[in-house]
C-alpha cells in the first residue's frame, strides 16, 4: 500500500503554491474549490512518486509543522548551488550513510529534505 498523498500545512496557499511549482519544481495537479473557504491543493514532484496537498484546515496541523519530508532528487550539489541562486537558504550538503542531502524549509518554515540516496531503489517513482 503506498504513501499516497502527505499533508502539508500552509498559511498562504498561493504563495505556497509559488514556492512548491515555480521554486522546486513540482507539478500542479489540483487547485479546487473545497467547499466555501478552503482548496484542494495537489502537487507531485517532477519525477512522479506521492503527492503533496497544502492544507490549511487541519486544527491539529499548523503551518511550518511539517517536518522531515524527504524529497527524492538526483544531483544534491547541483540543487542546492540552483536554490541558494535563487534566495534559498539550505544547510550545506552533506553525507550519511544513506544518501547525501541538503535541508531548506518552506515559506512557512516546513522542514523540506532534498536528498540523492545511496541506493536510488529505495525510492519509487510510479
Known amino acids: 500500500m503506498p504513501i499516497a498523498v502527505v499533508s502539508v500545512p500552509v498559511s498562504d496557499v ?23 473557504d478552503m482548496r484542494w491543493v495537489q502537487l507531485q514532484p517532477r519525477d512522479g512518486g506521492a503527492t503533496i496537498a497544502l492544507t490549511t484546515w487541519f486544527d491539529a496541523l499548523t503551518s511550518g509543522g511539517q517536518q522531515g519530508l524527504m524529497i527524492g532528487i538526483d544531483d544534491v550539489d547541483a540543487e542546492h548551488a540552483r ?4 534566495g534559498v537558504d539550505g544547510s550545506p550538503p552533506a553525507d550519511q550513510p544513506w544518501g547525501r542531502f541538503t535541508m531548506i524549509k518552506d515559506p512557512d518554515g516546513n522542514g523540506l529534505i532534498l536528498a540523492a540516496l545511496t541506493d536510488p531503489a529505495q525510492v519509487r517513482t510510479r
Open 83 to 86: 536554490l541558494a541562486g535563487l
Open 14 to 36: 498561493d504563495r505556497s503554491i509559488a514556492f512548491y511549482r515555480d521554486t522546486l519544481g513540482m507539478t500542479l495537479l489540483e487547485d479546487e474549490p473545497m467547499g466555501p
